[in-house]
């Protein structure tokens, strides 16, 4: 094992110079005072050729953490982010509660109010910095970390860097927070010396148990009719290929339940789409993997009797306070791992007579949700404000097949199918809006030469802080494209209020309270102000020819485009 050595003169120097050496290839940053000894060092890097992720401004801390989000998932790398101090911190909190519930592994920093009042390099030298500063800045957000910890010298730079890093990378993966005082940023580090390459792996998936193998190859064995339902399978992309093979080889049905990854390629014989409960009658064992909420227990239910099977990493979900969702056999394994191991527990218990019968059943299925969607389709054509089906089926035609979507759930997956591995990325489970189009950003940044589109709701583009979004954009040569579902409301809460009282005064009326979002800015006019194309699209018939001018912006010219599309009310996800 190599030390390497480095020339530095302070600690934020060599903690640069080590995120670089870990593979740490961008800082998403929102600045401020503490950022100080990290400004120098970035300074004197561009002439002294230190390494150093490359620096990029987000003017919002909520779309520092969405880009770092989007770039983490669609990369599979860890990015950082630095944001300032209490109040930063504070601001990024909805991002990294959609981080932390969707496992998203980021290195998530921020700086400390100078400890000291005078003295040291790096004192307190203006009035804010008694104000912010916090007893417990970490305690805001502990409760969505791994791990938080604070830098306390440069003496221990590569274990806190290590640990923050690999913990963040370990199964179940998941965001970490480092806070960073400025005095130590600022203290002189002669000498410094680290391990290249680093000595602390992140650890292994986990396999599963062959007795709880067996166990669960026993249920479904035995079932006529299982199910799969997944979430959050493909976020481990070597997963995606062992479930194909998989539902194929015992023609299982699998529904992609509020998916936030593609987890099973949509033209696969068992693809049966997105809603579990049409399934749910005649289900006699469901396996449900990397999978939260695998249906709404208030709603619909699997029958009496019906066996149930859990697999994943944290097959219980330890980190949520309440989730009733029965585990006859629970399995800690990651899917790629576990789901050939049931394969073969399941090849040796097989019928293949009843395998052939389920195969012809579950094609039947699919053909007739299939006809319905193009039904669904051919009546959603015409119809004027336009209907978000005619969205999705304009952007499924217009769009490249390898492009990659980040749903912020206004796009129907079933009337804009995916099927490429790492293509579709879902909201967090956490549901903190204005995460999808700097997700978007930084799924562009992760793969420069692939198309990118985000789908959004009104509600959740104003969450995103667009300002800031088409800013860092431009500023960053990332063009996206953003597709507005303009439905002019909160369709979602306006649901939830007609579902709980449908025979309410908010039903009978043509304008339930806090739900309507009137008088909205024309939001193709905010991207053509960052210097991207906009455009306002109310006729359906149009809809195909502007998505081809979109495309043409984001593809030939290579600025960001967005299209306010104004749809039909009553939305909501
Ligand atoms: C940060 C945050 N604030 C509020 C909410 C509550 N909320 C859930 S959906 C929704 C409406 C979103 O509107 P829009 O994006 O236009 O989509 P629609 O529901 O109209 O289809 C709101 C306000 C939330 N999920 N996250």
């Known amino acids: 094992m190599a030390r390497k050595e480095l020339k530095v003169d302070s600690v934020a120097e060599a903690y640069l110079a080590l995120l670089a050496a870990r593979g740490i290839e961008y800082l998403f ?57 209490s109040v930063g911190t504070a601001n990024a909190i909805c991002g990294m509660l959609n981080a932390a519930r969707n496992n998203v592994p980021v290195l998530f920093t921020a700086g400390r109010s100078p400890l000291t009042e005078e003295g040291l390099t790096g004192a307190r030298d203006t009035y804010i910095h008694w104000a912010q500063e916090m007893f417990d800045q970490a305690g805001m957000l502990r409760e969505m970390v791994k791990w938080d910890y604070e830098l306390r010298n440069g003496v221990q730079l590569e274990t806190v860097v290590d640990r923050a890093l690999t913990i963040a990378k370990s199964p179940p993966e998941g965001p970490v927070y480092l806070s960073l005082p400025r005095e130590v940023l600022a203290e002189p580090l002669p000498g410094f010396a680290y391990d290249q390459p680093s000595r602390h792996a992140a650890a292994s998936p986990p396999a599963p148990d062959e007795t709880a193998i067996a166990e669960a190859a026993d249920l479904l064995a035995k079932a006529k009719h299982p199910l799969i339902i997944t979430a959050d399978l493909g976020r481990d992309r ?41 399934l749910l009658d005649e289900a006699d064992a469901i396996l449900v993997v990397d999978c939260d909420v695998p ?15 859990q697999i994943g990493v944290d097959p219980l979900f330890s980190r949520y306070p309440i989730r009733g969702f029965a585990g006859d056999v629970a399995i800690t394994g990651a899917a790629r791992l576990a789901l050939p191991r049931l394969g073969a527990a399941l090849a040796k218990r097989a019928d293949e007579g009843a395998i052939a019968a389920r195969r012809r059943h579950v094609a039947e ?10 039904k669904a389709r051919e009546e959603a054509k015409g119809r004027r404000p336009i209907s978000p089906v005619w969205v999705s089926a304009c952007l499924a035609a217009a769009r490249d097949p390898e492009s990659a ?8 997956p079933e009337h804009c199918p995916s099927t490429r591995p790492g293509s579709f990325f879902g909201t967090s489970p956490a549901g903190g809006l ?34 800031a979004v088409h800013h860092a ?40 309270p806090l739900s309507d979002l009137d008088e909205l800015p024309a939001f193709e006019q905010v991207c053509a102000a960052a210097g991207g194309y ?10 195909p020819a502007a998505f081809t001018r979109a495309f043409h912006a984001v593809n030939v010219e290579k600025r960001q485009a967005l299209l306010n599309v104004i749809c039909q009310g009553g939305g909501g996800g």
């Open 29 to 85: 940053a929102n600045a401020g005072t503490d950022f100080a000894p990290i400004v120098e060092a970035y300074a004197k890097a561009a002439h002294t050729g230190l390494p150093a992720p490359k620096p990029l401004i987000a003017t919002h801390e909520n779309l520092a953490l969405a880009m770092a989000h989007g770039y983490a998932a669609a990369s599979g790398k860890v990015p950082a982010v630095m944001v300032h101090v």
């Open 365 to 374: 299925r699919r053909e007739a949700m299939q006809a319905g969607w193009r």
């Open 238 to 278: 070597a997963a995606v290929p062992a479930l194909a093979e998989f539902a194929e080889r015992f023609a299982i049905p699998v529904v992609e339940h509020r998916h936030r990854h593609l987890c099973l390629s949509a033209d696969h014989p068992c693809h049966l789409g997105h809603v579990p409960a049409p």
């Open 434 to 467: 204005g995460w999808g189009a700097g997700a978007a950003l930084g799924v562009k940044l992760a793969e420069p030469d692939r198309q990118v589109v985000a789908v959004l709701g009104d509600g959740s583009y104003i969450f995103s802080n667009p300002v």
């Open 473 to 512: 954009a431009r500023l960053h040569r990332l063009p996206v494209l953003f597709v507005v579902v303009n439905n002019a409301m909160w369709g979602a809460v306006r649901g939830a209020a007609l579902a709980m009282y449908p025979q309410g005064e908010a039903a009978k009326s043509n304008r339930p």
């Open 295 to 309: 249906w709404i227990p208030s709603r619909k239910s699997p029958k009496p009797g019906c066996k149930i099977v």
């Open 405 to 412: 979507i980040v749903n912020e759930y206004t796009l129907l």
């Open 534 to 543: 906009g455009e306002r699209v109310e006729d359906p018939a149009e809809l």
